[in-house]
Structure formats: C-alpha cells, structure tokens
C-alpha cells in the first residue's frame, strides 16, 4: 500500500524530480518496504530519530536531513548525511564544513531560502544568501547543490504560485555561475504546483506513510 503511493506520486511528475520520502516518526518496516521497492531517499526532521535509523536500516539509503538542524548536533550527522537541505545560517555552514573536514567528506546542503509570510519558518532573504555564497568558495567540506524553500501554509493559490516562482526565478538567476543541480520546493499538499514552477526535488510524507505519529 505505501509503495503504491510512492509509485503514484512518482508517475505524477517529471521524471527529473526526485521524490524524499518524508519518514520522521515512522517506524522502521514502513521505511524498509519503501526501501525494498528501489526508493533510497529518505527524509528526517529530527538528529535523534535520524541517527537511529541509520544504524537500524542499509547503508545504501540516501538520508536527507530535512528539519532545523542546530549547529551542536551536526557532528551526529556529518559521517553519513547525504544532504542537508535547511542551511540557514551561515554559522551552520561554516560547522557543517568543519565537520565535513573531520570526517575527510564533502557534505551536500541546500540553502534554505525564507520565501513564506510566515516569521516561524527559517531561511536567509535574497539579499542574504548572495552574501552568503560570495564567501562559500572557500568552504572545502561543503558543496552547495542548490535553494530549499518552504511555501506558506495556506490555500491562496497566488501567493503560492509567487514564492515558489520567486525562488526559481532566483534559482535560475544564479544557477549556472555556482554550478546547482537542486530546486528543492513542494510537499504533500503543493508539491504539484511546485513542480509546475521548476521544483526539481519534493518532500512528501503523509501523502506516502499516512498522517504522522
């Protein structure tokens, strides 16, 4: 049944769309039947949570950190990570880059972009990120892969249409100089929109798993 929806999301979209399977309270036979079926990515919001399926499940699984990630529990993480997608400081860059030279590897991240009207949700403006990538260069245990953003929660089909086309306009602006391969933007209720607006990487969990925990 979970797979049957993974497949039906998957056969919705582009094929150039990778889909993280948002697994965060999940136990471990939902993510291995999923991982069974061919799907290795597999998001978590929590370090705790993260970690510990780790080291229950394959070592192959792809494993997105998709939450607030705080810069005293990037060391947890840093030895198998496959992306960090909420890079919103550049205090957190900086660790993840030491952490990154500690454990001899080139960590992937994303930075978060704040596009929402919403003040709870995280991520530099525009402005802030330029600045941002003007001294991420010298960063040698990072890779920047490209933007995140989280929309509004909220069912105005234009504002959402303006965020998510705002961030693939700055995307698209800046892309080809700092060599990006990832937009990521869209879970389970706007990922459709998302992709029609040039997301390229969506985070759907209930839609996949059922409701959370």
Known sequence: MIVAKLNQIKDSIPENVSVVAVSKTKPVNDIEQVYNSGHLDFGENKVQELCQKYEALPKDIRWHMIGHLQRNKVKYIAPFVHLIHGVDSERLLNEINKQGAKNNRVIN?????????????????????????????????????????????????????????????????????????????????DYRLAVSLGSNMIRVGSLIFGSRN
Do not use: C, P
């Open 109 to 189: 991240v994303l930075l978060q972009i704040h596009i929402a009207e919403e003040s709870t949700k995280f991520g530099f403006s525009y402005d802030e990120a330029e600045t941002v990538l003007l001294n991420a260069n010298a960063l040698e245990n990072v890779r920047i892969n490209g933007l995140m953003g989280m929309a509004s929660y909220t069912d105005n089909t234009i504002q959402l249409k303006r965020e998510f086309q705002d961030l693939n306009n700055f995307y698209n602006k800046l892309q080809s100089t700092n060599n990006w391969t990832t937009l990521s933007m869209g879970m389970s209720n």
